[in-house]
């Protein structure tokens, strides 16, 4: 079950991180035609590329590190650490106010973290003999 599980989430990262991608460029490419984005918006683009897609990349890689070479413990401490990153992440990010196409994308990120929490909920349950 444990391999499956880290399999699922990271065929899922790799659908989110393509679609999230699409939607940065997408945006910055129609913010060129557009007359600017907002600071806010900036911002936001900035800290979805500098730090939430890294660490959509690094949440499935560390549960996977703690179900090969982890132990229970491990796995229950991975599981907050991420939580309580991606719930930071979150909150800094729903503290801007977006135009209406970049919200789209933090709407997207907010999904897939809401995915990855789901995710790290079960990964928490799991223990090393699965």
């Known amino acids: 079950m444990g391999?499956?599980?880290i399999h699922s989430i990271m065929h899922r990262?790799?659908?989110?991180?393509?679609?999230?991608?699409?939607?940065?460029?997408?945006?910055?490419?129609?913010?060129?035609?557009?007359?600017?984005?907002?600071?806010?918006?900036?911002?936001?683009?900035?800290?979805?590329?500098?730090?939430?897609?890294?660490?959509?990349y690094v949440i499935p890689a560390t549960m996977n590190a703690g179900i090969f070479h982890g132990d229970d413990a491990a796995i229950a401490s991975i599981?907050?650490?991420?939580?309580?990153?991606?719930?930071?992440?979150?909150a800094k990010i729903n503290g801007y106010t977006l135009s209406d196409d970049v919200k789209a994308v933090r709407d997207q990120f907010i999904s897939a973290g809401d995915l990855y929490k789901k995710d790290l909920?079960?990964?928490?349950?799991?223990?090393k003999s699965c």
């Open 3 to 5: 391999i499956q599980f």
């Open 13 to 56: 990262f790799m659908r989110f991180f393509t679609v999230i991608m699409l939607m940065v460029a997408a945006v910055v490419f129609s913010a060129s035609a557009a007359p600017s984005l907002t600071e806010d918006d900036s911002r936001f683009l900035n800290d979805a590329i500098n730090e939430g897609i890294p660490m959509l």
């Open 79 to 90: 599981s907050q650490e991420q939580t309580a990153a991606l719930d930071a992440f979150i």
């Open 121 to 127: 909920a079960e990964y928490s349950t799991l223990n």
